[in-house]
């Protein structure tokens, strides 16, 4: 137990559904990340929010629209996406953006697109 | 720019078996490094770190030294367990940049 909680654990979806992947950090932590994992590829930051203000934006297709009502929740939605785009998402979070390396993840979202 | 670079794997061991896991880095300045470890199924967990030169970070029988003449931060393990099967993450921060991972390096230990 981290204290990241993402659901659900796995998606599947065509490519003009529209889902929604939510994680819940319970750390009081203010930074939150997205960060997609696909096989034999490096890990790639999605987005980053610190105090809820969207802080990086690694030129992500806008099909994925992330959202941060507050400091404790983030949100990925999704819609019209891809076949490559099924991997595994993993949300973190941080007590400070980025600096202090030390970033607890939950166990990730695996997302399947037909 | 800073990047980091480790072994390729997979790497297959007998249990009890001693491991190393290379891992270099390209920094300017002084970055912080971290080694994560990812078991199947689960997300990322920080195993250990450092934050200076020298330092040595450890945590469940496994460390890793700093060593800014190699610019190196190989992980270690004298006897490796069937439940260390996962894959590990070398990573570096300098100062308030992004961190940035290596690419994982799947672990494998046979009974």
């Known amino acids: 137990e981290t204290g990241v909680t993402q659901t659900p654990r796995h998606l599947v979806m065509g490519m003009t559904n529209k889902k929604s992947l939510k994680c819940e950090q319970h750390?009081?932590?203010?930074?939150m990340y997205w960060y997609k994992q696909s096989a034999k590829k490096p890990l790639e930051l999605m987005f980053v929010y610190n105090f809820k203000e969207q802080t990086e934006n690694n030129s992500v297709p806008s099909r994925f629209s992330p959202e941060c009502p507050n400091s404790s929740h983030l949100f990925l939605h999704l819609h019209t996406l891809q076949p490559e785009d099924s991997a595994l998402y993993l949300c973190a979070s941080s007590q400070l953006i980025q600096g202090a390396g030390e970033l607890f993840f939950g166990e990730g979202s695996r997302l399947t697109v037909l | 720019g800073n990047s980091v670079t480790q072994m390729e794997g997979p790497v297959t061991l007998s249990e009890e078996a001693f491991l190393t896991i290379n891992c270099t880095y390209t920094?300017?300045?002084?970055?912080?490094l971290f080694w994560y470890v990812q078991y199947p199924g689960e997300g990322l967990q920080l195993l250990l770190k450092?934050?200076?030169?020298?330092d040595k970070g450890s945590n469940k029988g496994f460390e890793a030294t700093y060593r800014k003449e190699t610019t190196s931060f190989h992980l270690e393990k004298g006897s490796v367990q069937v439940s260390d099967s996962a894959v590990y993450f070398c990573?570096?921060?300098?100062?308030?940049?992004?961190?940035?991972f290596g690419k994982g390096t799947r672990l494998h230990i046979l009974p």
């Open positions: 920094a300017t300045g002084y970055p912080s």
């Open positions: 450092a934050t200076k030169a020298d």
């Open positions: 990573a570096l921060v300098r100062g308030n940049d992004k961190i940035i």
């Open positions: 750390l009081g932590h203010n930074a």
